[in-house]
Nanobody, 122 residues
Framework: QVQLVESGGGLVQAGGSLRLSCTAS????????MGWFRQAPGKEREFVAR????????LYADSAKGRFTILRDNAKNTLFLQMNSLKPDDTAVYYC???????????????WGQGTQVTVSS
């Protein structure tokens, strides 16, 4: 069973950048499709981006297109989310998820990290 730990969150001004990391242990990360989700206060957890096992295929939510980039380094068992041009609406707890199949809706992904807080000030 894979364990996921996110890091890299913090406080940043609007227009700034952050790079989130998600380190996996207890399993071979290359066996899992992986993704990023976020949850703002009072809102449901929502999809941000996902990446295939090899890293060759990615998919982004409309809110992330052109600003966020999802990457993975299977040799280091690590998933990344590079976030540029951040907006106050990006404020949320960001979670990484892993799925031996394909990353789908929240309830379909069996493995989650504990989350990392991202706060974007205006």
């Amino acid at each position: 069973q894979v364990q996921l730990v996110e890091s890299g969150g913090g406080l940043v001004q609007a227009g700034g950048s952050l790079r989130l990391s998600c380190t996996a242990s207890g399993g071979t990360v290359s066996s899992y499709s992986m993704g990023w989700f976020r949850q703002a206060p009072g809102k449901e957890r929502e999809f941000v981006a996902r990446i295939s096992r090899s890293g060759g295929t990615t998919l982004y939510a409309d809110s992330a297109k052109g600003r966020f980039t999802i990457l993975r380094d299977n040799a280091k068992n690590t998933l990344f989310l590079q976030m540029n041009s951040l907006k106050p609406d990006d404020t949320a707890v960001y979670y990484c998820a892993a799925n031996p199949s394909s990353i789908g809706v929240v309830s379909s992904n069996p493995y989650w990290g504990q989350g990392t807080q991202v706060t974007v000030s205006s």
